[in-house]
């Protein structure tokens, strides 16, 4: 039997989801969607089925999808019997309505493609970078340079394109970092990913702005970090940003005023600097830390 992803949508976005099968078909990606529907059979026995036999189910969110009772059992029956569940999210963000029912909050765990946005945990990429993406979890394609990562690169949204020039620059010294915005796979469960990957690699390094003494998801990868005993790296923000000596006062008030020791454990550490001297030898000061 030939493997096929079944393509799940409401009737209201048909022509969307059409331009997306289109993508996908267009990748080499065999599609079963409801053109695949046979004449003169019961047609919800023939989705159900489609739904049991497929590999994957690619989920086209909308907030009329998630109205839609049919869409909903869809979902079910693809959860039900194990199946590999893509969800895109199209048109418009919804994520308030997926805790609509309980088949659809569980989505809000997974990592889910926004072609609303173009983005991947605060970095912006293009639809083509996306629909790769979706293409390479049909496929189950591995990517070699997340295997065994030895730096978790740690940082908020608002700062996603300085922390992935940081892991790119890292991994070009040799150095196999582990960063969200590209380690993404869409579909997986993306809380249970990075905690996965900060059991196993060797060091964190903390990418330092305003409001980081806030973000309760750094405070738990910090927290993983102390409690492995592995060394912690704070490193600034682009050099562009710290505009005075203000700035780093805030950041430091901020980690001092939290009630978290995890954050306080930040300021007794010695941070990393892109303003001292240039950003390149941030980064080669980092590398020979780490290796050390």
């Known amino acids: 039997m030939n493997t096929y992803t079944f393509f799940s949508y409401n009737k209201d976005d048909k022509e969307i989801a059409s331009d997306i099968i289109s993508k996908l078909e267009a990748r080499n990606v065999n599609v079963w969607h409801d053109g695949s529907l046979k004449s003169g059979l019961n047609w919800k026995k023939q989705i159900f089925q489609a739904i049991i036999d497929c590999d994957s189910m690619v989920v086209c969110l909308t907030k009329s999808y998630i109205k839609s009772a049919m869409c909903r059992m869809e979902i079910f029956l693809a959860q039900c019997y194990n199946k590999k569940i893509l969800p895109i999210m199209v048109k418009e963000e919804c994520w308030e309505d ?27 990429v293009t639809e083509e970078d996306q629909l790769n993406k979706l293409v390479g979890s049909i496929n189950n394609e591995i990517v070699d340079r997340f295997d065994n990562c030895e730096l978790f690169i740690s940082y ?57 003494a806030q973000s309760e998801y750094i405070r738990k990868e910090i927290l993983i ?28 008030e901020e980690l001092d005023a939290t009630r978290s020791f995890e954050m306080r454990e930040i300021n007794e550490l010695q941070w990393f600097y892109p303003n001292r001297g240039n950003y390149s030898d941030m980064i080669n000061s980092l590398g020979q830390n780490f290796e050390k």
């Open 98 to 124: 997926l805790n609509s029912s309980r088949e659809l909050s569980s989505i809000k765990d997974l990592s889910v493609l926004n072609l609303v946005k173009n983005e991947i945990f605060g970095l912006k």
């Open 156 to 212: 908020k949204a608002k700062d996603a394109q300085y922390a992935t020039k940081v892991a790119d620059d890292l991994f070009q010294l040799g150095i196999q970092t582990w960063i969200a915005t590209l380690a993404y796979k869409p579909g997986e469960n993306w809380q249970s990913s990075q905690w996965e990957a900060l059991m196993q690699v060797k060091g964190l390094a903390v990418i330092l702005s305003k409001d980081v």
């Open 225 to 252: 970090a102390i409690t492995r005993n592995i060394p912690i790296y704070p490193v600034l923000v682009d050099d562009s940003i710290i505009v005075s000596i203000d700035f780093l006062r805030e950041i430091n």
